[in-house]
């Protein structure tokens, strides 16, 4: 556009000034100079646009004005003057202007852009003629002027930097709007911005110019908003150069580009609708700090509160999750960081967010975890809603973190969720129930082997469940109503906790006790030992130990510590004396110049463990309070969300507990009314309770409270005689505990319990036979002579050998719930527990009376549990007898005296019921032998019977088995370790010499009848490795060698259980092999020398003489090579159960269903020998075509080839004609076939081939003149038949045999049973250790149609009578014998 030719002044060039106004020059001052510059800028404000003549009056004036002389003026007066003039000129003149140089537009516009700087000062004299020059260009658009000027970008820019700069909050709405409109207008009719020009509004945006000049910013971000649609292609295209193309060059900002798109996207969205697709791209750079820097700038995009980019660029949203799995680590970790403001700004996104935290939590990046847990936690706290349970599921995960920082996080985050919502209810009972499980799972974490979690898990109960700051009374309701709702487990994890802190407190005050005695080197030793064990307790076990010792130093010198802490350790110390106690005892400790005192630390550590926070006197009496509250109906258990019976029964629980650990604080006389109370109460389990307290904290009742004494005397005799079994014991043992005439009161329950003895009423008979059994055992003195004839006239022969139901129930399930157990069978159960405490209480066999029981309880599981096989009692009664026996025996064995007479045939029957068919007898069993092992109270060869777990068909069984070994073999360890006097008695603690009785009891295993088949060594194989894995996790002490050598020596010996049996010795070597196989394959360093010669048990191997050397392998190079690299089977592993049925009756023992089991009844854990056991499973459906089992609700279904169904498994018989394989059961020796009369004699007399197929022992392949033979006579239908019973070997039928000899029948036992335990009459018998190797059988003639006669007459258990019935002990059973004939019974 070409500017139109300047107008020419009238006058002919002359200068017309306004009225009055002398011309200006440079010859006058400046004041004067300013006085008429002010006429001259009146007269032109008061001009419009349509003067015409005085605009070309003055047209001449306007050139002047826009001279060198005013626009360099110094003055500063006369610069805004002229710049006045200037401005109405352009709006008189407009839209030309009456300039026509570019030259002297550009100086005029520059030099009225430096003009609007007064605009800063809002207090200046000439603020307001600055103001107007605003105004006037802003309302004209003068600048608009410029557009046709090449270099007006010059200009502009000049122009925006101004106005930026002079902005500030002194300026009113209109300054800020004449400004706006200023720049607006130069934005929005001109044909783009510039980069230079964009950078001048940008760079108010950056951080750091946004921090110095607010009002900057907030001008640059209405400009941006109001121009919008102008300027959003500028922006495009600058942020197009510097993500995409990478030109940074382009603008100072390109190091700030991130910042200002976050910047912009806070100002308008639509500023960066072409920007998003390019933030797409960079997010899969390769560059991971590139990546790093758009995470973080979308993070704060998608996070913003009022964002919704997430929904309208919903491509770009599920790139930026993409990055929450991004290989960079920062990456990751600043995508968690996002989520938490995400969850709390954006709830609807929080689905989408879900997974991605799923996987993070999970990050092998121990900061990452640990964030996801904030993340989640934060949004927590703000609002429970904003985190579904999926989220909290995360959190609840990683308390089990390998990571201490990340579990601690977890388990804080969790008790804060809890204290805020569950316990000060602030979100409502539907959010208090959505975290309920909280307080479960954090108790749970008790149960870790880390002592700071233990540690951890104390401090939340004492701050955030219960927290020990509330008053005592609502510090208890806390506690009884938590009590009530937790789970069982939680239950546990409490009480142990309390038990764990009391034990502490014990061992605190045993080395205060140390330092009141005199200084020695025993007491120095002493007490080493006690701060040893209380540093165990405590983090750090290293620093515990030298920490410790300094603490016990200051103690020794600080009497008046010592005296503190024995006050806080004191059973009648107050929680508020305790806290006034732990403040005195750190004051004392702490040291002013010290910043950090980890010693100080360490003992707060010890100081909160034994400190009483919660429980006192006066806590227990608001507990008891509470409790009368809920039995009178007045409390508040409803709104705590707990049944009144509900918050009895667990208040009782409760202070059950307290009052093993807080005895003490009991001993009110309103403490125990209100126990006699719920005595009365109808509740079985409350009764049981509050006996069980007055038991741990009535010692004092007999002295000082007389009037309880006389209420509680009777009310305890009514319970022993009549009250549940629990509430019987409870009684006893509380009688005997806190009364001192205890003689005469036990007396008192005794003698008319004894004497009231039924076995017709069964259901009157288990409470009786508790009490008895248990004022037998806390009293032998008094009681075990009359006790004797009570067992040996009622308990054995009257109750046990006789069934009295009439029929067995037939539905054929292996167990059944406690209520549908039959009364005579409980009455069974507790009359062989009755047995075991009458054998602890005496402590001794002088009458041999232990030999008759072990005898008896042989029986019973060699005959699974129906003694006298009339085949009365049912599957599921025959299992809990069968218990009751494996239990009695292992609970024998854990007395000297009597574990000294168990033989290893009985230790073998003992061990076998850990692979019971009954799953529920296997569990049980397998946790009372850990927890007797565990406090090591049976001695160590139990311990082998873990090995046979690896045949067990449940996956969770075999898990459960191994966590048992861990464990002990941890805890022998640990005994080992931390005392010294244990190093004596390494042959009964080191975990290694279990291997010589494993050894020995697989060597006897009933399933080991072939020695060199393949599938029974595989068998042997993983039971071995069931054990060395665990044994050989380190070689400690170069114990793999150790293990080697004491193999080695087990094959220079001879099995003492038949050292003269070849085939027994055989089948010894060939585990030996096995295991030395095992261990080489497993260690390298097992062929070093070993670190001492290994002693093995002489109860059951024979060391030879020097010159016997056994170098003999046992394994050929084929079988080592199929043991190494395994081989398809055409069975389920579980050989024990699954083979067919020798023995009548016997039940199938089954593998459960799930295809990830069915395979293998190896351990879960890999083999290093076999690289198939990786794959066990592979080969299910080739096992199943065989014969397939599966256990359901322990009855377990076979299928046949066609996958038929037949009858269940119990019911199965040996007549039972079915396709399918049937499966044993094992814990019973082998019956071999009845051999005819006429060879009855021989005791050659073979099997026949096939009959054997199972589980014959090593005797039974070598018989001898120690196979004996009593005939016996009875009458059958008029005719005497000769009966063999071969105390050596069982009676059993396999089919073929059934189709040689149809006419031959086992025998019942009832005769067997009077061998076994002594008979009337004639009969000589004197029996030797175990019926392990005992069993009877006889041949029957062929029972007429009109049925057979059976014997059922009792026997006298002759054993219980003290007759001389038992012979010197040998390895092997002896019964001295003569043929006689015995009358026949009707």
Partial sequence: MEFPQQQKPAGDGKITYPPGVKEITDKITNDEVVKRLKMVVKTYMDMDQDSEEEKQQYLALALHLASEFFLRNPNKDVRLLVACCLADIFRIYAPEAPYTSHDKLKDIFLFITRQLKGLEDTKSPQFNRYFYLLENLAWVKSYNICFELEDCNEIFIQLFKTLFSVINNSHNQKVQMHMMDLMSSIIMEGDGVTQELLDTILINLIPAHKNLNKQAYDLAKTLLKRTVQTIETCIANFFNQVLVMGKSSVSDLSEHVFDLIQELFAIDPMLLTSVMPQLEFKLKSNDGEERLAVVRLLAKLFGAKDSELASQNRPLWQCFLGRFNDIHVPVRLECVKFASHCLMNHPDLARDLTEYLKVRSHDPEEAIRHDVIVTIINAGKKDLNLVNDQLLGFVRERTLDKRWRVRKEAMMGLAQLYKKYCLHHEAGKESAAKISWIKDKLLHIYYQNSIDDKLLVE??????????????????KCLYYLYACLDTNAVKALNEMWKCQNMLRSLVKELL???????????????????????????????????????????????????????LISPTCSCKQAEICVREITRKLTFPKQPTNPFLEMVKFLLERIAPVHIDSEAISALVKLLNKSIEGTADDDEEGVTPDTAIRAGLELLKVLSFTHPTAFHSAETYESLLQCLKMEDEKVAEAAIQIFRNTGQKIETELQQIRSTLIPILHQKAKRGTPHQAKQAVHCIHAIFNNKEV??????????????????????????SLGHISMLAPDQFASPMKSIVANFIVKDLLMNDRQSVGNKNGKLWSADEEVSPEVLAKVQAIKLLVR????????????????LRLLSAMLVSEGDLTEQKKISKSDMSRLRLAAGGAIMKLAQEPCYHDIITPEQYQLCGLVINDECYQVRQIFAQKLHLALVKLMLPLEYLAVFAL??????????????????KNISVRREYIKQNPLAQEKLVSLLPEYVVPYMIHLLAHDPDFTKPQEYEQLKDIKECLWFMLEVLMTKNENNSHAFLRKMVENIKQTKDAQCPDDAKGNEKLYIVCDVALFVIANKSTACHLDSPKDPVLPSKFFIVQDKDFKNDKEYLSTDMRQMLLTGKPKTAPVLSAVNKPLTVPGKRIFTKTTPASDTASNTSTNSSPLSSTTINKNSNVATESSESQAQENNENPVIKNDECKKTEPSQNMTPDAETDASPVKRRGRPPKSAPVAPAGADKEGAAAPAGAGRGRKRAADSNPS????????????NDEGTKRQIDLQRWPFKSKKMEKERPEEETGRAVGSLALLLGSEGETEIELESSPEGVTCGREESERSSQGDTKSTSREDPSGWQGETNCGERTDRLVVKRKPVRVKSRP
């Avoid at 701050?463 to 008053?471: E, T």
């Avoid at 067990?952 to 861990?966: F, N, T």
Wanted: aromatic residues 4%; contains cysteine; positive net charge.
């Fill in 459 to 476: 401090k939340i109960f004492a701050q955030y469940m219960v927290p020990h700051s509330l008053d005592t009374e609502e510090k208890m």
């Fill in 513 to 567: 006790d140390l330092h009141k005695l005199p200084v020695s080197e025993a007491n120095n030793s002493a007490m080493f030992g006690k701060l040893m064990c209380i540093a165990k307790n405590l983090p750090d076990a290293g620093k515990a130990q030298d920490f410790m010792k300094k603490f016990n130093q200051v103690l020794g010198e600080d009497e008046k510590l010592r005296v503190q802490l024995e006050m």
């Fill in 745 to 770: 009161q036990l007396a008192q329950i005794f003698e008319p319990l004894s004497r009231s003895l039924n076995a017709d009423v069964p259901e009157q008979l288990i409470t009786p036979l508790v």
């Fill in 838 to 853: 009458w054998l602890l209480g005496m402590k001794n066999n002088q009458s041999k009376s232990a030999n008759s029981t």
């Fill in 949 to 966: 777990c690896a045949k067990d068909p449940v996956k969770e069984r075999r898990a459960h088995a191994r966590q048992c070994l861990l």
């Fill in 1265 to 1276: 003149t120690e196979s004996i033979n009593i005939k016996m006579s009875k009458q059958q």
